[in-house]
């Protein structure tokens, strides 16, 4: 009888954090002066629904498909958890373009500072440096493609130690099979101060061991 009144308030405290999840609209006809809470009153930019300082772990942006023109990098710094991430993907499984022209010269399209995003569906292109550049850790980037971009297309870099350091002595692997260069998923791991371990494939088991 004594435990009750802790699980009570401890189902509560879970069912308040997953009941206030939102989620949020972007598209091409869109108004960022729109609520985008509804597919009827979507924001028109992709920028101003990431940089909602109401957005919290577990919120999901759904972009709807075309193309989207973008002369500024958009900053994804928002900190989602594991068992709550930050979406951002397309509605649909439609397909939303990027498109970065007119950006000012040695500008990255999306730079992805937070940790704990899902992205999926983005089609990145024309940005003057990378199209991602991602330095959060455990981030995972779905069925995005980047093209056209001056500088790769995405680039992982820095990290802090959230994980178990890698042996200076110990060789990373330099060719993956070949089903992981072809797989659709890429997920980010911080392990080192310093580096980055990324992998490529649809099973994470089967990372190699180092």
Not at 39 to 57: D, M, N, Q
Not at 106 to 124: A, C, P, V
Not at 180 to 197: L, N
Request: charged letters at 10%; glycine letters at 10%; proline letters at 5%.
């Amino acid at each position: 009888m004594k435990y009750r009144p802790f699980l009570l308030a401890a189902f509560f405290t879970l069912f308040i954090s997953v009941s206030q999840a939102a989620t949020y609209y972007v598209a091409t006809d869109g108004n960022d002066t729109n609520s985008g809470t509804t597919l009827t009153t979507p924001f028109k930019t992709i920028a101003k629904a990431v940089g909602l300082s109401t957005l919290v772990a577990g919120d999901q942006i759904i972009v709807r498909g075309g193309t989207y023109l973008t002369t500024a990098t958009i900053t994804l710094s928002k900190v989602g958890t594991v068992s709550a991430p930050i979406s951002l993907i397309t509605y649909n499984g439609e397909r939303a373009l990027i498109n970065f022209t007119g950006i000012a010269a040695g500008k990255r399209g999306l730079s992805l500072t937070g940790s704990y995003w899902y992205i999926k569906g983005l089609d990145i292109c024309k940005a003057t440096d990378n199209g991602i550049y991602i330095t959060g850790a455990n981030n995972t980037v779905e069925f995005c493609s980047f093209f056209e971009n001056g500088d790769s297309g995405m680039q992982l870099s820095g990290a802090i130690l959230t994980g178990t350091p890698i042996p200076p002595t110990t060789a990373m692997p330099t060719v993956l099979p070949a089903k992981w260069m072809s797989a659709p998923i890429i997920t980010s791991s911080a392990v080192a101060p310093g580096s980055m371990w990324m992998t490529v494939g649809t099973d994470i088991s089967e990372v190699p061991t180092m």
